[in-house]
T-cell receptor, first 111, second 112 residues
Framework: RKEVEQDPGPFNVPEGATVAFNCTYSNSASQSFFWYRQDCRKEPKLLMSVYSSGNEDGRFTAQLNRASQYISLLIRDSKLSDSATYLC????????????FGKGTKLSVIP | DADVTQTPRNRITKTGKRIMLECSQTKGHDRMYWYRQDPGLGLRLIYYSFDVKDINKGEISDGYSVSRQAQAKFSLSLESAIPNQTALYFC???????????FGEGSRLTVL
């Protein structure tokens, strides 16, 4: 089983749709979790951290399920500007050098 | 101006040449990293450094070396470039408290 696994997509959704991405991780000792966004030919940027209790930032909701070892990202009311690749990132240790990146899920929001 | 700056942004070179990618940051972070990104493989860690005197190998360090010249500068060298080192290279720093990574804009390297 790969350390951090994501559905590569692409997810093609119409504007206004709700879309959800899942990410599974293999290391049960993983301590912190993140979603990064990467636009085409650009650097990744932090979208949001994922907390045990779940967290929401505007149209974005992230959830963590430790028992099943997966995290999710929900995007409501999709905008054209949400088109990007979403990277699931897992920190399996105390130091950030133990960050493992998923390969990313590509989202295209269509007019 | 970007907080994490990489040079060059694009480079085409030939097999066997020595290449240096440079990274400088104004975030004031102690922790710096070099990653490479390949289509279908995601981001993989090459080297990381937690301070000027600290250098550590990452997942894929073979064929690479690094130098941490100052808190703000971290360079990556390919002593003898080979075609399978063709990739997009990212330098990053991290916030010690939050773990958030801040990436440079990337250096696209092509080895012919």
């Amino acid at each position: 089983r790969k350390e951090v696994e994501q559905d590569p997509g692409p997810f093609n959704v119409p504007e206004g749709a709700t879309v959800a991405f899942n990410c599974t991780y293999s290391n049960s000792a993983s301590q912190s979790f993140f979603w990064y966004r990467q636009d085409c030919r650009k650097e990744p940027k932090l979208l949001m951290s994922v907390y045990s209790s779940g967290n929401e930032d505007g149209r974005f909701t992230a959830q963590l399920n430790r028992a099943s070892q997966y995290i999710s990202l929900l995007i409501r009311d999709s905008k054209l500007s949400d088109s990007a690749t979403y990277l699931c990132v897992v920190n399996s240790g105390a130091g950030s050098y133990q960050l493992t990146f998923g390969k990313g899920t590509k989202l295209s929001v269509i007019p | 101006d970007a907080d994490v700056t990489q040079t060059p942004r694009n480079r085409i070179t030939k097999t066997g040449k020595r290449i240096m990618l440079e990274c400088s940051q104004t975030k004031g972070h102690d922790r710096m990293y070099w990653y490479r990104q390949d289509p279908g493989l995601g981001l993989r860690l090459i080297y990381y450094s937690f301070d000027v005197k600290d250098i550590n190998k990452g997942e894929i360090s073979d064929g690479y070396s690094v130098s941490r010249q100052a808190q703000a500068k971290f360079s990556l060298s390919l002593e003898s470039a080979i075609p399978n080192q063709t990739a997009l290279y990212f330098c990053a720093t991290s916030d010690f408290n939050t773990g958030e990574l801040f990436f440079g804009e990337g250096s696209r390297l092509t080895v012919l």
